[in-house]
C-alpha cells in the first residue's frame, strides 16, 4: 500500500510538474502519426523567369527565333533575314546573314539575353549553332560556298574599356547541310549583363583575295550553356539555383504550374508533349505571365520548353522528390474566360479524349518500358529506366461543377489503365467559401487521392490557423495537399520579410501535427528573377548570377530537414498544444527522427518566455541543440546584396544538470519526480525555434 501510494504520489507530481505553466511535455513513447515521406516539397512554377532566364540554364532569349516577333531578344546589323523553312519542323525559322554590302561594314546579331547575361570569370561556356552555308543570291544555279566563318563574342556593352568584346571564338562552318557546331569559350572576366554577338566573316581562304562578297550563312537554334551545369546533365540546370532547391531535401516536385497548365486559351496551355525530344525541335509557346499583369508587363516571356517534363523528372529524381506533374483538364484559365465564350473542352469523350490521352501518355513516358511508345521517347533522350511515377493532378486550381464533371472523366479512364497513380484534384483558388466548400466532397465522391488547397493570405491567417487542419476528418481516404501557400503581409507588406516567415512557422505546426491529413504543402510561388518578376513573395531569389535564400525559405528547410517519420504528441498545461491564446502564443510540434526527437517552436509573442521542455520516456539525453530563425526587425529581408540578415542559428546545448535546480531562475536540465529530463530555456519573443535531442 505504501508502495503504491508513492508511485502514485510521484505520478501526480509529475503531472502537476508537467501540466504546469510553461511546460511542454513531450512523450517520446506515444503512438505516432507517420509523417509521408512527400511532406514538404518544391512547387515549381514558371512565373518570374523561373524557368527560361532562371534555373534553365541557357543564356539566350529566343534561341530559335521562334517568338512572335522572330527577332525579339535580338539586335540585327548588316543583312540579316528571317527564313522559315529551317530544318526543325516545328521550330521553323532562323535566320541568313549575308555579306553587308561593303568590305567595312559587318553583318551579324547580338542577344541580350535574359536581362542580360550571367558570365563568371573563370568558368566555360558552350556555345552551339545549328548552321549551314548558303547561296548568296536566289537561283536555281546559285550555290553556297564551302566554307564561311563565324566569328562570336561575348560582350560587356556598357563598359568604358576599349574593347565591348572580352571573349571570342571563331566557329568555321562547313558545307550547305545543316549540322551543329559548337566552341567552348572561358570568360576573362565576370560580366552580369554580358551579351552575346556574332559577327559573318568575309575572310577568304585564298591568299589572293582580301575579302569576300558572297559570304552568306544560314543560323539556327542559337545556344549559350554554362559547361559546368547541375549534375552535369546535359540541358542542364543554372547549378547555384538547383543547389539551393536541392538544400531544401523536398519530398515532391510539383511541376510545371500553375496556370500556365490552364493556358489563358486551351491552345497555349501546356502541352507536355512539346516539352520532350530534341530541344531544337520543342515549340515554343507565349508564357501567359507575359502579359498578367499591365503593371508589371514582360512582352518578351516565353517558355522555350527548354526545361521540359523529361528534365523536371530527371530534376525530382536527381534531388530525391516523388514528380507531381500537372496536367491540363480541358478547361483554359478559369480567371480570363466566361464560360459563355466555351472556352473548354465540352464535357464528354468527343472533345476531352485528347488531354485524357495526353495523361495516360505520361504515365506511359514516366513508368512504361523502353519499347512502349511514350517510353521509348524516354529512352532515347537518355533515360531507359523508369522514372516511377506515383502522382498525377488533374487541373491546376479549377473550381465549380464544371470541374467536376470534366474530372470524372479523366478519372474513370486514368483509374482504369493506371489504378495505382495517386490522383490529385482541386479544391479551388481559396482557403474557403463556396467553391472549396462544393469541391471537396465532390472529390472525395470522385474518389481523388489528394485535393489541391491554394492560400495566399494574411499574417493574421497564418498566426490564428495553426488548427486549421486539426478538424479535418481523419479517416477519409482522401488527402490534403496545400499546394500554394504563402503569407501575404497585411498593409502593403507583399514581399518576403521575417514576420510572414515567423507565421508561416507557427502555421506549419498544425501542419505536421495533422500529418495524417496533410500529406503534402509546397510553398508558393518558388522562384524569381529580381528583373523579371510578376509575383511576390517568392521562396527564392537571383540574378544573373547570385541566389538568395529568404527567411521563408529557412522555415521551409528547418521543416523539411526535420520532418521526421512520425508525429508525436505535445502537451501543455495537460492539454494537447495546438497554438492560441491558451498556449501563451506558442505554436509547436514535434516529430520523431530515427534516434532524434525534434521539437518546433514558433513563439508569436513579443516577448521571450521561459519553457520547461519535459522530454518524457527520455532515461537521459545524450545530445541537444536549438536552431533559431529570428530578427528584431519584423519587415528584414534576406536580398542579394544582403544575404544573412535572417539566418538559422544553431547552438548546442550543455547537457550538464541546471546547478540548482531548485532556483526558478536558473536555466539548463532538471530532472522531475519522476525521473523525466526537463530543460529549461528561453524562448525570445517573435522566434522560430527547432530543438533536438537523442536519446
Ligand atoms: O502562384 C501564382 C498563381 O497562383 C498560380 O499560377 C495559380 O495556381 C494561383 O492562382
Not at 39 to 54: P, R, S, T, V
Not at 447 to 457: I, R
Request: hydrophobic share 40%.
Amino acid at each position: 500500500m505504501r508502495n503504491f501510494l508513492s508511485v502514485l504520489a510521484v505520478l501526480l507530481l509529475s503531472v502537476a510538474a508537467s501540466a504546469q505553466p510553461g511546460h511542454i511535455v513531450l512523450d517520446s513513447e506515444a503512438e505516432g502519426i507517420p509523417v509521408q515521406p512527400t511532406m514538404y516539397g518544391l512547387f515549381f512554377e514558371d512565373i518570374n523567369f523561373a524557368a527560361d532566364g532562371g534555373l534553365y540554364a541557357e543564356l539566350v532569349k529566343n534561341r530559335s527565333f521562334e517568338f512572335d516577333n522572330p527577332l525579339m531578344g535580338w539586335e540585327t546589323f548588316g543583312k540579316v533575314e528571317v527564313r522559315s523553312d529551317g530544318p526543325f519542323e516545328r521550330c521553323p525559322h532562323y535566320v541568313r546573314l549575308r555579306y553587308a554590302g561593303h568590305p567595312v561594314m559587318f553583318t551579324g546579331l547580338e542577344n541580350e539575353g535574359f536581362f542580360g547575361m550571367g558570365i563568371e570569370e573563370g568558368k566555360e561556356y558552350r556555345f552551339s549553332v545549328w548552321a549551314r552555308t548558303a547561296p548568296y543570291a536566289e537561283g536555281r544555279k546559285a550555290k553556297a560556298a564551302a566554307k564561311e566563318f563565324v566569328t562570336v563574342h561575348l560582350c560587356d556593352d556598357a563598359t568604358m574599356e576599349e574593347s565591348q568584346m572580352f571573349a571570342s571564338e571563331v566557329l568555321e562552318i562547313c558545307g550547305s547541310e545543316w549540322k551543329k557546331y559548337e566552341t567552348v569559350i572561358k570568360a576573362p572576366k565576370t560580366c552580369t549583363r554580358a551579351t552575346l554577338r556574332l559577327f559573318l566573316e568575309t575572310w577568304s581562304e585564298d591568299p589572293q583575295v582580301e575579302y569576300r562578297k558572297d559570304c552568306c550563312v544560314d543560323l539556327e537554334h542559337i545556344s549559350l550553356f554554362p559547361v559546368e551545369v547541375f549534375n552535369a546533365d546535359e540541358n542542364g540546370l543554372r547549378k547555384d539555383i538547383a543547389e539551393t532547391l536541392a538544400a531544401l531535401k523536398p519530398g515532391v516536385l510539383r511541376f510545371p504550374g500553375g496556370c500556365i497548365v490552364e493556358g489563358t486559351t486551351l491552345e497555349q496551355r501546356y502541352q507536355w508533349k512539346n516539352s520532350v525530344g530534341p530541344v531544337e525541335n520543342r515549340p515554343t509557346n507565349m508564357n501567359r505571365w507575359n502579359y498578367t499583369f499591365a503593371e508589371r508587363l514582360f512582352p518578351d516571356y516565353y517558355q522555350s520548353y527548354g526545361l521540359g517534363f523529361y528534365e523536371f523528372f530527371r530534376f525530382a529524381e536527381e534531388i530525391g522528390a516523388e514528380a507531381l506533374p500537372v496536367i491540363s483538364c480541358g478547361m483554359a484559365c478559369q480567371f480570363q474566360n466566361d464560360p459563355a465564350d466555351h472556352p473548354h473542352a465540352e464535357p464528354g469523350l468527343k472533345e476531352l479524349q485528347p488531354y485524357i490521352d495526353d495523361c495516360l501518355d505520361l504515365i506511359e513516358f514516366a513508368n512504361g518500358p523502353a519499347t512502349s511508345k511514350w517510353g521509348k521517347v524516354r529512352a532515347e533522350m537518355g533515360h531507359p529506366a523508369p522514372f516511377n511515377l506515383h502522382y498525377l493532378a488533374v487541373g491546376n486550381e479549377q473550381w465549380g461543377m464544371d470541374f467536376v464533371e470534366r474530372l470524372r472523366f479523366f478519372v474513370e479512364a486514368i483509374r482504369a489503365k493506371y489504378p495505382d497513380i495517386k490522383l490529385i484534384g482541386s479544391a479551388g483558388p481559396y482557403l474557403g467559401g463556396e467553391w472549396f466548400e462544393e469541391l471537396w466532397p465532390a472529390m472525395r465522391e470522385l474518389g481523388c487521392d489528394l485535393v489541391d488547397e491554394h492560400y495566399y493570405s494574411t499574417e493574421n491567417f497564418f498566426e490564428r490557423n495553426a488548427t486549421r487542419y486539426d478538424s479535418y476528418p481523419r479517416e477519409s481516404k482522401t488527402k490534403v495537399f496545400a499546394g500554394e501557400y504563402a503569407c501575404h503581409g497585411t498593409d502593403g507588406k507583399k514581399w518576403n520579410h521575417f514576420n510572414a516567415a515567423l507565421v508561416e512557422a507557427a502555421f506549419m505546426t498544425g501542419l505536421e501535427r495533422n500529418a495524417d491529413v496533410v500529406n503534402m504543402a509546397t510553398y508558393a510561388p518558388l522562384l524569381a528573377h529580381v528583373d523579371g518578376w510578376q509575383w511576390r513573395p517568392d521562396l527564392v531569389w537571383f540574378d544573373n548570377t547570385r541566389v538568395v535564400k529568404t527567411s521563408n525559405y529557412y522555415v521551409q528547410q528547418l521543416y523539411s530537414l526535420n520532418k521526421g517519420e512520425e508525429v508525436l504528441p505535445l502537451l501543455m498545461g495537460g492539454k494537447p498544444l495546438v497554438g492560441g491564446p491558451e498556449s501563451r502564443q506558442i505554436c509547436a510540434s514535434a516529430v520523431r527522427q530515427g534516434d532524434e526527437y525534434i521539437v518546433k517552436i514558433a513563439n508569436l509573442g513579443s516577448y521571450s518566455q521561459d519553457i520547461f521542455l519535459d522530454l518524457k520516456g527520455f532515461g537521459a539525453v545524450s545530445g541537444a541543440s536549438v536552431t533559431v530563425l529570428h530578427s528584431d526587425n519584423a519587415v528584414a529581408e534576406n536580398t542579394l546584396d544582403e544575404p544573412e540578415l535572417v539566418v538559422p542559428v544553431t547552438e548546442e546545448i550543455d547537457l550538464a544538470p541546471c546547478p540548482d535546480p531548485d532556483n526558478y531562475w536558473l536555466y539548463g536540465w532538471r530532472t522531475l519526480e519522476d525521473g523525466t529530463p526537463s530543460l529549461k530555456t528561453k524562448i525570445g519573443g517573435r522566434s522560430f525555434a527547432v530543438f533536438k535531442f537523442k536519446k
